[in-house]
């Protein structure tokens, strides 16, 4: 008999293997994307201090769009870059967190290297 795939454990597969690769340290923090059908979230974290140094999600009150849909997407990825810079983080690395690189987790990663963030 067939089983269903269960995508959540498949995505949660390739972000442990994903994570094996990167790390996030003071010098070149890891920016992790999460998504919801509701919300997206962004973190710039420092896995050695084991501290969150920027956080934007569509929850907070900055942030006009409040859907997880590709307009969100860009304003997060741009508020998260101008928060980093004000915090004097340039460089990156990207953690997509096992999700594909498209749709949303592009049009972030695409506005916050427009905005000035390396990775």
Not at 13 to 23: E, T
Not at 29 to 57: C, F, G, H, M, W
Request: net charge positive; hydrophobic share 40%; glycine share 6%.
């Amino acid at each position: 008999m067939i089983s269903k795939i269960n995508r959540k454990v498949e995505r949660q597969r390739r972000h442990a293997r994903v994570r094996k690769k990167i790390s996030g340290t003071a010098e070149c923090p890891r920016l992790v994307v999460t998504k919801t059908n509701k919300n997206i979230i962004a973190q710039i974290i420092d896995d050695e201090a084991e501290k969150t140094l920027v956080y934007v999600s569509t929850m907070d009150k900055d942030i006009k769009t409040k859907f997880a849909n590709k307009e969100a997407a860009k304003e997060i990825g741009s508020v998260i870059a101008k928060k980093a810079i004000a915090q004097k983080i340039k460089t990156v690395v990207f953690d997509r967190g096992g999700y594909i690189y498209h749709g949303v987790v592009k049009e972030l990663a695409e506005a916050a290297r427009e905005a000035g963030l390396v990775f």
